[in-house]
Structures are given as C-alpha cells and as structure tokens.
Nanobody, 128 residues
Framework: QVQLVESGGGLVQAGGSLRLSCIAS????????MGWFRQAPGKEREFVAS????????YYEDSVKGRFTISRDNAKNTAYLQMNSLKPEDTAVYYC?????????????????????WGQGTQVTVSS
C-alpha cells in the first residue's frame, strides 16, 4: 500500500501561484510514476500532469502547458505541482496519484485507470 497526502491548496487571485505537494509513504517512492489530476464541481476527474519514476519524462494537459510544472524529489518521497498564472478555470480539487505500471505514452499516463493509489485531494480556488 502507498499512502498519499496532498497539501498546498488554497484561495488565490487570478494570475497568482500555488505549489502543491504530495508526500508518499508505505512503499519505495521511486518505484512509482506520479500523476496530478483535478476535479471541478459537476465534472469528471481530469488529467493535469504526470512524471516518470526517475523524473525524466513529463506530460501535461494542453491547458496547463507553460503554466504548471510537475517535479519530484525521490529522496523526500514527494511530488510537486507548481502552478503559475492561475486562472479561474483551474479551480478544482487536485489529487495526486501513484502508478506502479510503466507508461511510456501520454495516453497511458493520462488514464485514471492506470493509477493504483490516490490521495484525498486538496482544494484550489482561483478568484477572478
């Protein structure tokens, strides 16, 4: 089992920044690909970004490219999502997820079913 705990959410004005953290425990963190997803009210949970086990491969959903950066620190068992130039449409609950399987494509990395463990989520609210 892998336990994931997100933090760093909050209320920010449009154009502002937040950094989300996801701390993992229970298994060897570097064995898992990590992803960030988000879910806005009334909408399905959608892919935001992913990072491979080593951190060498990253994928982003088109609407966040150039604004969000995913990273990880395997020594600290932590994944991050740096969010800049936030927009009201970024408002959602953000979830981190851990993937045991190997994904080498965007399609695989963006698929919710590929992820084995999920955090409880952290709310991000962007005001206009």
């Amino acid at each position: 089992q892998v336990q994931l705990v997100e933090s760093g959410g909050g209320l920010v004005q449009a154009g502002g920044s937040l950094r989300l953290s996801c701390i993992a425990s229970g298994r060897t963190f570097s064995n898992y690909g990590m992803g960030w997803f988000r879910q806005a009210p009334g909408k399905e949970r959608e892919f935001v970004a992913s990072i491979s086990r080593s951190g060498g491969t990253k994928y982003y959903e088109d609407s966040v490219k150039g604004r969000f950066t995913i990273s990880r620190d395997n020594a600290k068992n932590t994944a991050y999502l740096q969010m800049n130039s936030l927009k009201p449409e970024d408002t959602a609950v953000y979830y981190c997820a851990a993937r045991n399987g190997l994904c080498v494509t965007y399609g695989c990395s963006a698929r919710r079913a590929e992820y084995d463990y999920w955090g409880q989520g952290t709310q991000v609210t962007v005001s206009s």
